[in-house]
């Protein structure tokens, strides 16, 4: 059974883009959505997804939101890693708006990929 699960977030003012991987290789990658950025709503979705003592490792790109939403992470007991847009690994050439880029690399962010 798997006991951990990568979560990649895109952090707006009023909403949050949820992205989650699987922590094996070739583990399953799917977008669960989007959720209110609030803190109800944040607590809820990290009780959710530790269900059953599953160990939850978040990750976002720093912003303009500031770090509230990682004091809350880890204030629940999880991991979280905040990555500077500029140190996201990006393939030479690629044009990839930053809120999107974040979605798509995190799992190399967090190790899930490898």
């Known amino acids: 059974m798997n006991d951990s699960i990568f979560v990649g977030l895109d952090v707006h003012k009023p909403t949050i883009s949820v992205a989650v991987a699987e922590g094996m290789r070739g583990g ?7 959720i209110a950025n609030r803190a109800d709503q944040i607590a809820e979705l990290a009780k959710e997804l530790g269900k059953g003592d599953r160990q939850v490792s978040f990750c976002y790109e720093a912003g303009p939101c500031g ?5 809350q992470l880890t204030g629940l007991g999880h991991t979280c ?3 500077a847009p500029s140190l996201i690994p990006m393939k030479a050439g690629d044009r990839v ?9 995190w799992p190399s962010c967090t190790g899930a990929a490898s």
């Not at 399953?28 to 989007?34: E, K, T």
């Open 28 to 34: 399953d990658v799917r977008n669960l959505g989007i």
């Open 97 to 105: 708006k930053p809120t999107g880029a974040m979605r798509r690399c």
């Open 67 to 71: 770090y509230g939403l990682h004091r």
């Open 81 to 83: 890693i905040v990555v």
